[in-house]
């Protein structure tokens, strides 16, 4: 595997329901990032993790819940989301403290919330 | 706070076209530049950057100049292909802001045959 890899890349989930999505990074690394793509809205930055230390909350409901056990892998879960919270769910990461820090993109998670 | 602006879509082209997506910032500083594109059913990836005035950042036949005293990084293309189809977005970032990557709102691009 090589850059940003995201799973699932589809996801169905009722209001009830809990999951996680998960991202891994192969680019070595040492900070990752969740956001949030809905249809006609900005990108949402939603959470940032830099050397495994969460140092970004943009004000995200806490039914999304944000884990970063290591530098390589980064986990969203989700409980008790609402039809709202249906968007693109894209993971980033990039070498925090080199260059113009540029982030690199997984290809997204596609979550529909029924 | 800082902010980007760019043109809304959608635009669409001929083959062969010429395009330009303008591009706009509001920053207090000097931030890095990026221009990003997202393929249908695709995440983002890096087209090209700048970080410094002047620069220009170039890939796959796009190009983008650094332009400090017009606070802009409009991109551009002279002959545009329908696989250049997609939305693009420009960005900015800023290290003394946390390195916050800050979105414009995107532009869909829709080259025809």
């Known amino acids: 595997e090589t850059g940003v890899t995201q799973t699932p890349r589809h996801l169905v989930m009722g209001m009830t329901n809990k999951k996680s999505l998960k991202c891994e990074q192969h680019?070595?690394?040492?900070?990752m990032y969740w956001y949030k793509q809905s249809a006609k809205k900005p990108l949402e930055l939603m959470f940032v993790y830099s050397l495994e230390e969460r140092v970004e909350n943009n004000s995200v409901p806490s039914r999304f819940s944000p884990e970063c056990p290591n530098s390589s892998h980064l986990f969203l879960h989700l409980h008790t989301l609402q039809p709202e919270d249906s968007a693109l769910y894209l993971c980033a990461s990039s070498q925090a403290g080199q260059g113009a820090d540029e982030q690199y993109f997984g290809p997204g998670t596609r979550l529909t919330v029924t | 706070g800082d902010s980007v602006t760019q043109m809304e879509g959608p635009v669409t082209l001929s083959e062969e076209a010429f395009l330009t997506i303008n591009c706009t910032y509001t920053?207090?500083?000097?931030?890095?530049l990026f221009w990003y594109v997202q393929y249908p059913g695709e995440g983002l990836q890096l087209l090209l950057k700048a970080t410094k005035a002047d620069d220009k950042g170039s890939n796959k036949g796009f190009e983008a100049t650094y332009r400090k005293e017009t606070t802009s990084f409009h991109l551009e293309k002279g002959s545009v292909q329908v696989s250049d189809s997609a939305v693009y977005f420009c960005a900015l970032i800023f290290k003394a802001a946390g390195n916050k990557l800050t979105f414009g709102g995107g532009t869909r691009v829709l080259v025809k045959p």
């Open positions: 680019l070595g690394h040492n900070a």
């Open positions: 920053a207090t500083g000097y931030p890095s």
